[in-house]
């Protein structure tokens, strides 16, 4: 079985902390539990930010040119998406997109080697509550 998995990565190494101002995913192909190849592909930013300010359960604008999903699109392809923070709204979003989505410290090689042993956890605190005029100023949201 083929698996997928995409990393927020700002430089290749590190767990981007907010996964909006990534530029980067790094992609694993996986194979027989064995890592078979490795590219980057570029993340869209935060640019269309007045699509979060929908209502949830307004799913339309998550789909156009533009919307969030396209934060997704490079990876359409993947089953897992490991960051190591992101807001409530792309958390969900990338959700809906069919990810499997892990938060987490550390870096890409540990958490993707944790990934394949099994032992990687998501970390709830990580998703950060979205706060402001179009989500900006991010902060932790209590006793998630």
Not at 10 to 22: A, I, N, R
Not at 78 to 83: D, F, G, T
Not at 87 to 92: K, L, N, Q, S, T
Request: charged residues 25%.
């Amino acid at each position: 079985m083929t698996l997928k998995i995409a990393v927020a990565t700002p430089d290749g190494e590190k767990l981007s902390p907010h996964f909006g101002e990534t530029p980067w995913y790094e992609v694993f192909t996986v194979e027989n539990g064995q890592i078979v190849a490795r590219e980057r592909r570029p993340k869209p930013h935060h640019e269309d930010e007045g699509d979060e300010e929908h209502a949830p359960g307004e799913h339309a604008h998550l789909h156009r040119p533009g919307g969030p999903m396209d934060f997704f699109a490079p990876i359409s392809d993947c089953n897992v998406l490991i960051a190591g923070g992101m807001g409530d709204r792309a958390y969900e979003w990338a959700r809906q997109a069919g990810l499997e989505v892990y938060l987490t410290r550390g870096t890409v090689e540990s958490a993707l080697q944790a990934y394949l042993a099994g032992e990687l956890k998501h970390d709830p605190r990580r998703v950060h509550a979205s706060v402001g005029a179009h989500g900006h100023g991010h902060r932790r949201r209590r006793g998630a």
